[in-house]
Each structure stands twice: as C-alpha cells, then as structure tokens.
C-alpha cells in the first residue's frame, strides 16, 4: 500500500493551508505489493482479533500507548480496554505483526458462504459486429493475447453484438453460435432469458481445455453487412437509419446471465466490451446528433452540454453490474463521438477501466490487455480512510462507488497493483496541530479485500495441466497502513516538502470535477488561476517581491520557482495540462 501526500509536512493551520496556494491531500495505491519507500506490510493472521476503538474504530496500531490492560486510540485519543484475549496477544509482542510495524496485511477468517464458492475467474468478451475487418482483427489479436495471460481454471466466454446478441458455445469439436435478437425500442429487453438460449456453463469454457477452439472461434468473426443492419433497424428514430449497435441490452441481458451464478460458478467476474462507435440500438441507445457547432451558434459552451451523461441508462447498468459481482471494462476503437461521458459510468462505478483508441493502426489494445491481465489483482474490496481529529478528508476520487450507509467507505469491485485514489483533507472548524509536534497528524487507511490463490501443489510445481482446473480457493485480508506526518512550522517548510507528481494528481481530480460541473472553459481558468495564486504566495513567502513607494514592483517576480526545486516542475506540468 503505497500513501504519497502532496506535502509531507502538513499545514498548521487553516490559514498557512490557504497562504501556501498547494492542494492538501493524498494518493493511495491500496493493493500495491509495498509502500511508497519499497517496504513490505508484515504479514499475519487473525486480523478479526486486531482491537478497534469503540470512539472512531479506528485499529490498533504501532504508534498507540499501550499498557497491560489497556491502550488509548492515536487518532481520537480516547482510553480503550483490551480484552484478556488481546492482552495475552500482547505479552508476546515479538509475535504480533500489529507491534511489529505500522503496515500490516492480516487473514481474515472465510465466511461460509465464500468456502461454498468455486472460486473461478470468469472472463466474457462482448464483441461489437457493427464494425470493420480492421476493427475485428484487431480485437481477435487482443483477445488472443489476453487468453496467453489467463490462468489454469479460467473460464472463458464469447459474445457478440449488434442488432442481435450471440453467444458461442466452443466446448464442442466446432463452435456454434446462437442468435437472439434485440427489440429495437428504446425500452426494450430480450425476449428470451439467455439461460434458455444456452446455459452458462456450456457458454463458460476453461481456457487452458478450449483455448484452440475459442481462437477458432473467433476466426469466425464477420461485420455484420449494411444490408442487415438497415434491414433490421428499419427507419430509426425521426426517419434516420440506425446502425444495429444494440451495446445496452446485450451488456444488461449479460450481467443479469452472470449475476445468476455469483456467489456459486464465480467469485468475480470480468467483462470486456469492446465498441466500434456508439450504442446505437435498443434500449441505452444514445444520441450522437448533440454533438456539432450547435453551441457555438447560439453562444453556448459545448463541452458543458456534452460532458454531462444524456441517460441514466448505464449509471443504472453499473449498478447491476455490482450486484452481480461482474467488473465492466469498455474500449472504444473509434474516432467518432461516441459519448463516453454516458458509457464511463458503466465501467468506472463497477471497478473496471474505460480505453479509447482514435483508430486501429496505431492501437496498443492487444498490449493493454496482456498487461492489464498479468496483473495480481484483489475483488470485493473495501477502502476505509481515518484521520486524527484536526482535520478530515473533503472529496474522494477514484473507481468506486460509495457506501450507502457509511460516510468515507469506499466499495471497489476490483483492484489491481495499480489502481490509486485520491482524497483532499480539510480542517475541522477551529482545529489546528500543535506548533511543537506533540501530537502529530495520523492517518490510517484500512482496506479488505479478497484474492484467488492458487492450489498449494500448482504454486510449488508450476504445473499448467488440467488437472487443477476448478482448485482455487479464496483469501480475504485486511491490510492496514498508519502513517505519522510531520508539521511545517513555516512557508518555506511546507514548500520544501511539496510532491509535485501528487500535486497534478489532485489537479487533475479537481479541474475534472470541475469541468463535469461548471464546463471546461471554466476548469481552464481554474487551473490558470491556481498558477497564478501559488506564484504569488510563493513570490510571497521567500520575500522576492520589493515594492517602492508602496506600490511599484522594483524586481522581477520569479515565475520559475528557482529557489524551490519541488515546485519547478509545476508550471510546465500546468501548461500541459492546459
């Protein structure tokens, strides 16, 4: 887990936070293999055992005072009893990792209904017929790559799209396709449950027994011609012919076919769509006609009209997605609009990546996704972040989708070594730190979550063979990092702590939210303007500007941050950005 903060010393107060001009925040990288400095989390079971405070719940940790019968919480401060359980825990310290160090990574015991579980990965590709060759081949390629990357005990199914859903069964010497076609209404469904089309385990085939037939299968692949599309699409909408790209029901139709067997052939499953233009089709169908110099014409700001989603449709989608257990990542190979300000919600609220690539010849999808695959990665997370009581956290940035109960609890479908959050922090209302360091700023952040591990004989052996298949079992952990930042006791402190890649992290987040909300012109001058404050307040804080007469400026303002080397890379980093 590694926890970069814009500043490693923190602001004392409300108002040194507002003079130095820098974001005050944090990046975290949850399910990376070691902190920020290299170092590994001490590892340890029985992390249900691990004593919470009653006040703020926030876990024991490495830099909480602890006697024989109790120990006082380092974030609320509040006294805490300790159980005779933990106090036996306790009088052999040497053995706990908990005292050991203040990053730990603890078992958790597996619930019944998860030893229940055939914890197989299942993978689904959905694939959009209303294409080109060139866009087909392209895919064949990346699939096949990603079919080198998954492991013994995958399971493997092929979808297609366009103005009807496919579903491949490969398990057999060829492979068949069935066909059931979308309603063209924009509040349709299929009219058959795909169960009865084809059941899922002959639609899921293990990879390292079929993995020939799935790339026979999808040499198979054809566009589906101009003449079937118009002819099933009719006239479309307002007399337009639509072009048969039914993306939303057949990707709702698949989430509602997996979601019948999570918990039970699956622990989490993936699905890749992948999309030529925009979803044209049936019900999700979106509207690609918003995009022209309309604005411009009657004075209005473009990218605000269009950066807003046009449906619910696929917010909703996501929504199913997470209830079935299913991670959606989307890439787009197209270089129309296609209105991802609609589909993005599909893939980043559950737990999956949207890739757009402007054409098929200069794409990298088949890379990406051998990468993308090769990754470990944890499911069913669950990020929780705590502060000491001077200050709290404001917004929260990242592919999750927040608690419905809970304030700062973050759900995460799926995570990899990669994914990172950000969080900015804000203080509590005439709070402030102490001036001397007594009582230091502490965060922790909290993060469970579950892995597929495979048989103990097939990680000492490295054997690939069938055998295996249908042996994996389930781990859920609790990985804890506490962190103890220091004070700046004055500007030219804070400065000389700044990380500016965290820095343009956090900018990024915010000229984002910004942009969504108020339009990108007004994100432009946010970000110009932020330039402009932190020059000043640099200018400031190093005593660089003189005046004469009270107003005349006698020497030149440093732009290039010259006597601060962690603030130089800024301004062109800003630039880019604009």
């Known amino acids: 887990m590694a926890v970069r903060a814009t500043v490693s010393r923190f602001p004392i107060d409300a108002g ?15 399910f990376a293999t070691k902190d920020e400095n290299g170092q590994a989390p001490a590892y340890g079971s029985g992390g249900q055992l691990l004593p919470r405070c009653e006040n703020c719940w926030a876990y024991f940790n490495t830099y909480c005072e602890l006697d024989q019968w109790s120990w006082n919480c380092v974030l609320c401060g509040n006294p805490q009893g300790l159980s005779s359980q933990a106090i036996a825990r306790y009088s052999q310290p040497q053995s706990c990792p908990e005292m050991m160090s203040s990053f730990v990574d603890l078992e958790l015991p597996v619930e019944e209904s998860d030893e229940a579980m055939q914890p197989r990965p299942v993978y689904v590709a959905a694939i959009d017929l209303s294409s080109s060759e060139e866009f087909l081949e392209l895919i064949k390629s990346a699939l096949l790559a990603a079919l080198e990357a998954l492991g013994p005990g995958s399971l493997f199914g092929l979808a297609t799209f366009s103005h009807k859903l496919g579903l491949y069964d490969v398990q057999g010497p060829i492979p068949v396709v069935k066909n059931v076609f979308i309603p063209l209404e924009t509040e349709g469904t299929l009219p058959i449950e795909l169960e009865d089309v084809m059941p899922l385990l002959q639609f899921l085939a293990p ?3 079929c993995k020939e037939r799935i790339a026979s299968a999808l040499e198979t692949l054809r566009p589906t011609t101009s003449w079937e599309r118009t002819t099933a699409a009719g006239q479309g909408v307002d007399g337009v012919l639509m072009g048969g790209r039914g993306f939303g029901v057949a990707i709702e139709a698949l989430l509602n076919y997996l979601g019948s067997e999570y918990g039970s052939t699956f622990a989490l499953g993936r699905v890749f769509a992948f999309l030529s233009g925009p979803p044209d089709y049936g019900a999700g169908q979106l509207d690609t006609r918003r995009y022209g110099e309309q604005y411009a014409s009657r004075g209005e700001d473009a990218d605000r009209a269009l950066l807003p989603e046009q449906t619910p449709f696929y917010k909703d989608l996501a929504a199913v997605a997470v209830q079935a257990g299913v991670c959606v990542d989307i890439f787009a190979v197209t270089n129309e609009y296609t209105d991802l300000a609609s589909l993005k919600f599909l893939s980043v609220e559950s737990g999956g990546s949207l ?13 990406d996704m051998y990468r993308m695959l090769s990754r470990p990665y944890a499911f069913g997370c ?5 502060t000491s009581s001077e200050f709290k956290t404001g917004h929260s940035y990242g592919h999750f989708f927040p608690d419905p109960q809970y304030e700062n609890v973050q759900h995460i479908i799926c995570c990899d070594s990669y994914a990172t959050y950000a969080y900015d922090f ?11 360091g007594s009582e230091p700023p502490i965060i922790q952040i909290a993060f469970q979550y579950t892995v597929v591990l495979p048989p103990e004989e097939l990680m000492e052996s490295g054997s690939r063979s069938s055998s295996v298949r249908g042996k994996y079992s389930l781990k859920r952990r609790l990985r804890i990092r506490t962190v103890q930042c220091g004070v700046a006791q004055n500007m030219n402190e804070l400065y000389d702590s700044v990380d500016p890649e965290v820095v343009l992290s956090l900018l990024v987040h915010k000229v984002i939210l910004a942009s969504l909300e108020q339009g990108v012109r007004e994100g432009r001058l946010l970000l110009h303007d932020w330039l402009v404050i932190l020059t000043a307040q640099y200018n400031e804080a190093y005593k660089l500007a003189h005046y004469k007469n009270g107003s005349s400026v006698t020497t030149q303002i440093d732009v290039a941050f010259s006597q601060c080397p962690e603030l130089q890379p800024l301004p062109r980093l800003v630039f880019a950005l604009l």
């Open 16 to 30: 040194a936070h507002e003079n130095s001009g820098i974001p005050w925040g944090l990046t975290v990288t949850p």
């Open 207 to 209: 990879v390292e027994t």
């Open 355 to 367: 890739y757009l690539y402007s054409n098929t010849d200069d794409s990298t999808l088949p890379q």
């Open 382 to 386: 669950v990020l929780r972040l705590r």
């Open 426 to 436: 804000e203080f509590e209302a005439t709070k402030e730190f102490t001036k001397h």
